[in-house]
């Protein structure tokens, strides 16, 4: 499954690229943009508008779109895996944050001088973004955003 995410709850992304789900950002301008790249491309519209969910190919089921209700992005994620019953866990850590390309294992070796001395020497795994070239590793940021995922989960 893939997105297209409206600006109004682009917090949304985040999550979703993390979760290893491919999520492209409307960063605004004519709804009808946004449901024709829906369409053509496949992806299901995450909106807080409800005028996005009048239009013919979203009433007639040809794009799927939800109407995300809260403004709170955790009560948004909770919405979305729920609605749409996403696995939150298989895909995690296999796109890049940024770009939303898919990223590729590394090992120590490769990214000996591209990680900050500490980082080398507590973690064993790595990935690289092929696009921005950005190196991530299962550090504090990926930690907090796991424990959050899981107190989400649970609510
Ligand atoms: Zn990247």
Not at 53 to 81: C, L, N
Not at 142 to 152: S, V
Request: with cysteine; glycine share 8%; hydrophobic share 35%.
């Amino acid at each position: 499954m893939k997105f297209i995410v409206d600006f109004n709850s682009g917090k949304l992304v985040n999550w979703l690229r993390m979760m290893g789900y491919d999520s492209a950002l409307f960063t605004g301008g004519d709804d009808s943009r946004m449901v024709k790249i829906a369409l053509n491309e496949g992806r299901t519209i995450l909106t807080r508008d409800n005028q996005v969910m009048t239009f013919g190919v979203v009433t007639g089921g040809r794009v799927k779109a939800v109407y995300i209700k809260s403004e709170d992005p955790e009560t948004q994620i909770k919405q979305v895996v729920e609605v749409l019953h996403l696995d939150t866990r298989s895909g995690l850590f296999s796109l890049c944050m940024e770009c939303n390309r898919p990223l590729q294992g590394r090992t120590k070796e490769q990214v000996t001088g591209r990680v900050p001395p500490h980082v080398f020497q507590t973690q064993e795994q790595y990935f690289e973004c092929p696009s921005c070239q950005r190196i991530y590793w299962k550090g504090t940021h990926w930690e907090n955003m796991m424990h959050k995922l899981e107190k989400i989960e649970k609510q």
